[in-house]
């Protein structure tokens, strides 16, 4: 959520800068601008009724010390009582109006983030490996899982609809690889503490990390009079597990990773990516979320960064790690890198994480704080995350740059003691 004090002081720069993102803010900035102009007057009315409460005791004594009856001052008191607590409950309903519309506007781009209206306008920051040159034509994933045996989409399909999948055999098994590969990585050599969450989480929850209100469709809710929502990211549990806290900044940054399935309804993606596992309503992540002082969140937005890529680099994967324009990144991120990794059967690269910084806009929302020497006053942390990374890309990753002419699989070297010394998925 973007800071109220400053969208009143610095409209331009928030409009210029949520222009940047596609988006005409006008009306909601005029509709922010009343909503400040009611509440200072609010206040304003509230204080001076409260000044002439505190002067009443005065009065009081004074009628009483000439002999007149002060009954007239008890009516007035409680008159202006009952004013006061009316204005206070306006109040409070502009402030939550307010708060209501900041919670639909996305945060604004950093300085450094190039300007541009869709995927063209990204930025290539590096490349690292090269494409296989093939000498066969390269099988997509949903023609060499099924041919092996280890992955079921139909039988998926009859179990749950569109967009599930069934991973049988080596498939589960090297699905399982990635992941204990993905952990053992980030902790003991990246400092990352491993956290098991709930894969249930609350509106509030959703709410701190922007997933609510504004993107409800794209979740999947518990039906009946539970307040949770299965997890679209373990972003939104690893998140607030310090909302409503204020951090030591001399133990900053913290740094944890989790495993998760995900679950998300994917609104408005229909016919986008609907063969194989690009694009599923379950799927596998290991994800990475840091808290950091905000002198040091883009440094630490870096080093997130190269966390995610190592996954690819260890496992031999080509990549590329792009910077998302203004018209391409997340609604909460200030600053967002996409890596990308080479699929051969489409000829291209296709995102397999995402890695962003979102300031202090998070922290905000889920009220989020330090004390940069652990003492003074609290200000907001900077949250970041990012895929460390989505396990079915992963996978499909490995299907395709490892498979072989007879329609066999080699298992990356890196992933070897995770698969018990297997170096070849084969037909069963």
């Known amino acids: 959520m973007l800071d109220p004090a400053f969208v009143r002081d610095h409209a331009d720069l928030v409009r210029a800068g949520l222009r940047n993102r596609g988006i005409d803010p006008d009306a909601d900035l005029e509709a922010l601008a009343t909503f400040d102009s009611r509440r200072r007057a609010v206040i304003v009315e509230v204080e001076g009724l409260k000044r002439q409460q505190n002067r009443s005791g005065e009065d009081v004594a004074r009628a009483k010390k000439e002999g007149r009856d002060p009954s007239a001052v008890f009516a007035a008191n409680r008159e202006r009582g009952q004013q006061i607590k009316q204005l206070e409950a306006d109040l409070g309903a502009i402030d939550q109006q307010r708060r209501g519309l900041l919670l639909t506007i996305p945060n604004l781009p950093a300085a450094h983030v190039p300007v541009g209206a869709s995927p063209a306008d990204n930025k290539e920051v590096r490349r690292v490996g090269e494409p296989r040159l093939f000498d066969f034509a390269p099988q997509a994933h949903w023609d060499l899982g099924p041919a092996l045996g280890i992955i079921d989409f139909e039988r998926a399909a009859k179990t749950s609809g569109a967009r599930f999948a069934f991973l049988m055999g080596d498939g589960a098994k090297l699905s399982r690889a990635l992941i204990n590969f993905m952990l053992s990585l980030h902790t003991s050599e990246h400092g990352y503490t491993e956290v098991e969450p709930p894969f249930l989480v609350n509106a509030e929850s959703l709410t701190g990390t922007g997933n609510l209100p504004k993107f409800e469709a794209d979740l999947f809710k518990i039906a009946g009079d539970w307040d949770l929502y299965l997890v679209p990211t373990a972003e939104v549990p690893l998140t607030n597990l310090h909302r409503g806290e204020i951090l030591d900044g001399r133990q900053l940054p913290l740094k944890y990773c989790a495993y ?39 440094e630490e937005l870096e080093g997130l960064t190269r966390d ?46 995402s890695c962003s910084n979102t300031e202090a806009f998070q922290a905000r929302r889920a009220s989020i704080k330090f004390r940069p020497e652990g003492k003074g006053k609290a200000e907001f942390v900077h949250t970041l995350n990012g895929s460390g990374l989505a396990v079915g890309r992963t996978l499909i990753a490995v299907i395709e740059n490892y498979q072989q002419k007879d329609g066999s699989i080699v298992i990356p070297e890196a992933l070897r003691p995770w698969m018990g010394g297997q170096e070849r998925i084969v037909a069963r």
């Open 260 to 298: 998760t399935p995900c679950f998300r309804s994917e609104a408005g993606s229909y016919g986008a990516d609907v063969r194989g596992l690009i694009r599923q309503h379950q799927f596998d992540k290991v994800e990475l979320v840091k808290f950091a002082p905000p002198d040091r969140s883009h």
């Open 308 to 353: 995610a890529e190592q996954v690819l680099i260890r496992l031999g994967l080509p990549y590329r790690t792009m910077m998302l324009c203004t018209g391409d990144m997340g609604f909460a991120s200030a600053t967002t890198y996409d890596i990308e990794v080479w699929l051969p059967s489409q000829k291209t690269y296709r995102e397999i994480s």
